[in-house]
């Protein structure tokens, strides 16, 4: 595969209790991404990282913490679970080098919070 | 946001090339054009991408409108497993960021 992990790939939890989903790659890319998708959607933007303890809120980054202590490892956490934060978590990675580059994606997180 | 409209579903038949339109009026002179492919079950994957020139690459074929408000994902001979929602989005070359709309499901018939 491309060098790129999703753990867990699927977690039932309930809701008000803390939740991280990690993300590693091994690829050594600068950037990297934490997007939903919800049923019947596109992707949207949580939060991303453009390096070492650099980070930035997304399109629906309410709920959401992130971060970045390596460069091969982005935490996505949610602070205190809600039923709305029901979806698949999916990480992106991407190399941006002055050129556009393609996006690499995890096979996501299956999240239900009940 | 630069925003990109599609249809919601295609049908086409296998062995046969598959056009997709994309429309993206309000395309900034920055922005890449950017197509994913997503099946079920998995994340997006990669497929093609370009800004002002038509791009070919092992998987498909980037035509781009010369006013870049529109584009064409063309495979060439479509497969079954070529079944999947094809997203076209714009990356905005402020921020780096893909703004996904909800894509086209494409159907391949046997």
């Known amino acids: 595969d491309a060098g790129i992990t999703q753990s867990p790939r699927h977690k039932v939890t309930e809701t008000g209790t803390p939740v991280t989903l990690r993300c590693h790659q091994t690829e050594n890319h600068r950037y990297m991404y934490w997007y939903r998708q919800d049923p019947g959607h596109g992707l949207r933007l949580i939060h991303y990282s453009y390096g070492v303890k650099d980070t930035d809120k997304g399109e629906v980054s309410d709920g959401y913490s992130v971060s970045r202590s390596k460069t091969e490892d982005f935490l996505l956490t949610l602070e205190s679970a809600t039923s709305s934060q029901t979806s698949v978590y999916f990480c992106a990675i991407s190399e941006l080098q002055g050129e556009d580059y393609g996006y690499t994606f995890g096979s996501g997180t299956r999240l239900t919070v009940v | 946001d630069a925003k990109t409209t599609q249809p919601n579903s295609m049908e086409s038949n296998e062995e046969e090339p598959v056009h997709l339109p994309c429309n993206h009026s309000t395309i900034s002179g920055t922005d890449y054009i950017h197509w994913y492919r997503q099946l079920p079950s998995q994340g997006p994957e990669y497929v093609i991408h370009?800004?002002?020139?038509?791009v070919n690459n092992r998987m498909a074929s980037l035509a781009i409108a010369e006013d870049r408000k529109s584009s064409t994902l063309i495979l060439h001979r479509a497969t079954l497993r070529d079944a999947a929602v094809y997203y076209c989005?714009?990356?905005?070359?402020?921020?780096?960021?893909?703004?996904w709309g909800a894509g086209t499901k494409l159907i391949i018939k046997p």
């Open positions: 370009g800004l002002t020139s038509n």
């Open positions: 989005i714009l990356r905005e070359d402020s921020n780096y960021q893909l703004i």
